[in-house]
């Protein structure tokens, strides 16, 4: 009798019915040109699709003020949602379960756009692996009290757009440092009034956003992504358990589908270490599926599942380089590799969709 692959097991999340467990997460991906999704879009989200698969777009701004990077998508002109209906067409025809991350950057901008924050404190300069290459941001504007309802609409007006382009739902990225996630670290949030001090204050903004999003779409079609543990844009808390679990019981009153939450362990996009902090209280509570990322690896996700310590498992960098990475998983088979250096250049193929297929490797292997 075949062993059972816990990845491999049908799941319903919600009103979705699931073949897998295996989930393509966002990834900032920099190649729609003006904020427009683009046409090889279209071939890059078809080629991750698995009929029952859940797959969440990569980060798509809410508003032209919420931007901060070069090509990066949007979703709040009519040019745009026009522009994701043929690659949201082109999952649901592969019978796959789309959703769409939305973003506000906050004070995570590059030169060159204007960001507003909780705060004015910058951001310092990004040294990357190199040593080389300096990421230089903005100085942020601190936002004025009156102008945080305006933000909560542009996530309202951004969800509502989102089902009109075809989406199943939307993810709200409360994460790794941008503007959601800025309000509730208290390294970030330096704010006397009520969005500011308290962990309630501090969180308030965050969930005034999932309940207008909720009141737009319904609770059945809203995710979010939370990195309490995280210190990803000098955004870190001094008690990220705390945060977390208030977050999760908070987000029950609302009813949403999903959590996405990363592992402490990634304290930095990209970097994994050691630690004694755990998901699993923030699981035990959250009352709809958990879905966690962070360095997973087969044998890991596996036991994710099998140990119920999580419903989902989102992989990042192996589903970018393996498109077909479901199937690998079933098999057994070996990964393709990464490139970090093709992750984030505008190229329309390449490190995007010229990642080869398990039947593509094993078709030259058998010309050789």
Request: with cysteine; hydrophobic share 35%.
């Amino acid at each position: 009798m075949e062993a059972i692959i816990p990845l491999m097991t049908p799941y319903k999340m919600g009103n979705f019915d699931l073949s897998h467990r295996v989930v393509l997460p966002p990834l900032t991906r920099q190649r729609s040109y003006g904020s427009i999704p683009q046409e090889h879009a279209i071939l890059y989200y078809s080629q991750r699709t698995t009929k029952g698969g859940l797959l969440i777009a990569e980060a798509t701004t809410i508003s032209e003020t919420a931007q901060g990077f070069p090509n990066t998508p949007g979703i709040w002109t009519e040019e745009q949602v026009e522009s994701w209906k043929p690659i949201v067409d082109a999952v649901h025809a592969k019978g796959g379960v789309f959703f769409c991350q939305q973003m506000h950057v906050g004070r995570v901008a590059s030169i060159g756009f204007q960001p507003v924050s909780c705060t004015d404190k910058p951001l310092l300069p990004l040294i990357r692996a190199n040593g080389v290459d300096i990421a230089q941001f903005s100085p942020p504007r601190r936002l004025e009290l009156e102008e945080i309802p305006k933000i909560v609409n542009d996530f309202r007006i951004a969800a509502r757009n989102t089902i009109k382009a075809g989406f199943d739902g939307v993810e709200i990225h409360g994460a790794h440092g941008y503007l959601l996630d800025q309000f509730m670290k208290d390294s970030v949030n330096d704010r006397k009034d009520k969005y500011g001090g308290t962990l309630e204050n501090r969180c308030r903004f965050p969930l005034e956003v999932v309940e207008a999003v909720v009141d737009e779409i319904g609770a059945g079609r809203v995710g979010i992504r939370l990195s309490p543990f995280s210190t990803h844009k000098e955004a870190s808390d001094s008690n990220p358990e705390n945060l977390g679990l208030y977050m999760i019981e908070s987000l029950n009153k609302y009813g949403i589908v999903y959590c996405h939450m990363v592992e402490p362990r990634m304290t930095q996009v990209g970097d994994t270490l050691e630690t004694p902090h755990s998901l699993l209280p923030m699981r035990k509570k959250f009352k709809g599926t958990f879905i966690v990322a962070g360095g997973y690896d087969r044998e890991e996700g596996n036991k994710a599942i099998a140990d119920n310590y999580a419903d989902l498992v989102a992989y990042g960098r192996w589903f970018l380089s393996n498109p077909d990475l479901p199937k690998r998983f079933e098999l057994n088979a070996p990964l393709n590799k990464y490139n970090r250096e093709t992750m984030y250049i505008s190229d329309p193929v390449r490190g995007y969709v010229d990642y080869p297929f398990l039947d593509d490797v094993s078709n030259l292997q058998s010309i050789i």
